[in-house]
């Protein structure tokens, strides 16, 4: 009787994770809208700046929820803070959400012994999914925090847009750079997260180039003499 509980909280909190994947993507992108209306709209632009507003909030609070739901779900108590703390991340940051995607590289990685070549495409798809919305939400941070700094290089969203794609494939041209505290906090987060994203691109791709190839020289009849 006293082993039944402890495998029935993972399930349970599986079955969650599954069922709330999809409508916490979509709020994420509600999320990520509403923030680059309030960065991107004039100020003067009502209603637009109160919906975006509202937006924000109300997907941060589902967050919230999910989160807690989780928490109560697994059984881990304190400890879910300290074991999941990429989560807690994502909650405090949610603009870091798309970073959650990195767990489906964790499982190309225990899956060794039999990898698939549709799980190697889709951790490419959706770390390079991820890397292109985490740009998107650096360059709207660096934007606001940045364009009106005296002495900013980043004036505009195109020249925040420009640096993120600079910063996201390491090549750092130097003519776009924040100065701001805020934004080079944000292009440090950035760089870090950005080359696991890229990483976990390169390393799959990588990995099925070699299982292709292993494959071919299994199949090659062994030569002669």
């Not at 879910?80 to 807690?88: E, G, I, K, N, S």
Request: overall charge positive.
């Amino acid at each position: 009787m006293s082993d039944r509980p402890a495998p029935q909280a993972p399930s349970r909190l599986t079955r969650w994770e599954q069922r709330t994947e999809v409508p916490l993507f979509v709020a994420s992108l509600f999320f990520l809208t509403g923030y680059a209306v309030r960065v991107l709209a004039p100020r003067h632009a009502q209603p637009w700046h109160d919906i975006s507003l509202l937006l924000v909030w109300s997907t941060w609070l589902l967050f919230i929820a999910d989160y807690a739901v989780r928490l109560r779900l697994s059984g881990l108590g304190a400890r879910f803070v300290r074991v999941h703390w990429l989560d807690t991340v994502v909650l405090v940051l949610p603009l870091l959400r798309p970073l959650r995607m990195v767990k489906v590289y964790n499982a190309v990685q225990r899956r060794h012994d039999r990898p698939r070549l549709t799980l190697y495409a889709r951790v490419m798809v959706y770390a390079g999914l991820s890397a292109g919305l985490l740009g998107f939400s650096a360059a709207l941070a660096v934007y606001r925090l940045e364009h009106l700094a005296p002495g900013a290089t980043i004036r505009t969203f195109g020249d925040s847009v420009w640096w993120a794609c600079a910063t996201l494939t390491t090549v750092g041209y130097g003519d776009a750079t924040p100065i701001t505290p805020g934004g080079r906090s944000v292009a440090v987060l950035l760089m870090v997260c950005g080359l696991a994203l890229l990483g976990a691109v390169t390393g799959s791709f990588s990995s099925w180039l070699i299982q292709v190839f292993t494959r071919e020289d299994e199949k090659r009849p062994p030569g002669r003499g």
